[in-house]
């Protein structure tokens, strides 16, 4: 299709891509990529043959369903210049809190250096369906990512990928606690399908935006150092 938008028309397209699309994408844009980013940071030349054939660098994937730190997850990702990207359906908004100067794409990453792989931000639009976007996130994600998200059930399958994931409260998940997680949930769903009440979750605080972003810093940066070292190590 032909495209007549003007160069400012199409810059300020809104860029969006569904769950296949975006693992495409990935798999096409490595090779370039991390010839630059590892050029001079790897100790042995086979390295770069295993990098290209997995995306090597971390990504900040936020399952934006009633998500409300995804502001301070996108300000993790920019402080940390490692990608990110936004998973909900398009009925969320999900581009309103993307500012207008943040990149698109990797060929316009920001911080892009010898250890970093720079910041871009790229929404992942996925159907209305129950659990969409955690499928989505899912099919993209590789070892080492980081996923944000309030779902103990997609944090499940997110340590499984060999991945981390963080809660909206700044709980970080582990594997050593996760099945009793998963098992207090659906206790809890039996009880009110019986007909009785749970104790829901307390009020949002700031204290819990704070330990969410001060644990989010933390999980991203030992995320990137982990991706460098084992690069060196192949």
Same mark, same amino acid.
């Given at each position: ?11 300020? #397209?809104? =860029? ?12 096409? %844009? ?17 390295? $770069? ?12 994937? $936020?399952?934006?369903?009633?998500? @409300? *730190?995804? /502001? ?8 940390? /210049?490692? @990608? ?5 359906? #398009? #009925?969320?908004?999900? &581009?309103? /809190?993307?500012? %207008?100067?943040?990149? /698109? !794409?990797?060929?316009?990453? =920001?911080?892009? !250096? ?7 931000? &790229? ?7 129950? !659990? ?6 899912? &099919?993209?994600?590789? @070892?080492?990512?980081?996923?944000? #998200? ?10 499984? =990928?060999?991945? +981390? ?26 009880? =009110? ?16 935006? &704070?330990?969410?972003? %001060? ?7 030992? +995320?990137?150092?982990?991706? *460098? ?6």
């Amino acid at each position: 299709m032909h495209d007549n938008s003007t160069p400012t028309q199409h810059a300020a #397209t809104v =860029r969006k891509c569904n769950a296949p699309q975006y693992a495409a994408k990935v798999r096409r %844009r490595n090779a370039h990529r991390y010839r630059m980013v590892f050029g001079s940071q790897l100790q042995h030349p086979t390295a $770069i043959a295993s990098l290209l054939e997995r995306r090597c660098m971390p990504t900040l994937f $936020i399952d934006a369903d009633a998500c @409300p *730190v995804t /502001r301070e997850a996108l300000a993790a990702a920019r402080a940390t /210049r490692i @990608p990110c990207v936004i998973a909900g359906n #398009t #009925t969320q908004n999900l &581009e309103r /809190r993307i500012r %207008r100067d943040d990149p /698109r !794409d990797a060929d316009h990453a =920001r911080g892009r !250096d010898n250890t970093h792989p720079g910041f871009w931000v &790229e929404v992942l639009d996925v159907s209305t369906g129950a !659990d969409s976007a955690d499928f989505a996130i899912i &099919e993209c994600l590789e @070892p080492g990512d980081v996923v944000v #998200t309030q779902d103990i059930g997609l944090a499940s399958m997110v340590l499984g =990928r060999g991945a +981390a994931a963080i809660g909206v409260r700044g709980h970080i998940y582990e594997k050593a606690t996760i099945d009793m997680q998963l098992f207090i949930r659906h206790e809890e769903k039996k009880v =009110r399908r019986a007909g009785g009440r749970t104790k829901g979750p307390s009020a949002f605080t700031d204290d819990d935006r &704070e330990r969410f972003t %001060r644990n989010l810093a933390k999980l991203l940066r030992g +995320a990137l150092k982990a991706r *460098v070292q084992d690069a060196n190590l192949e």
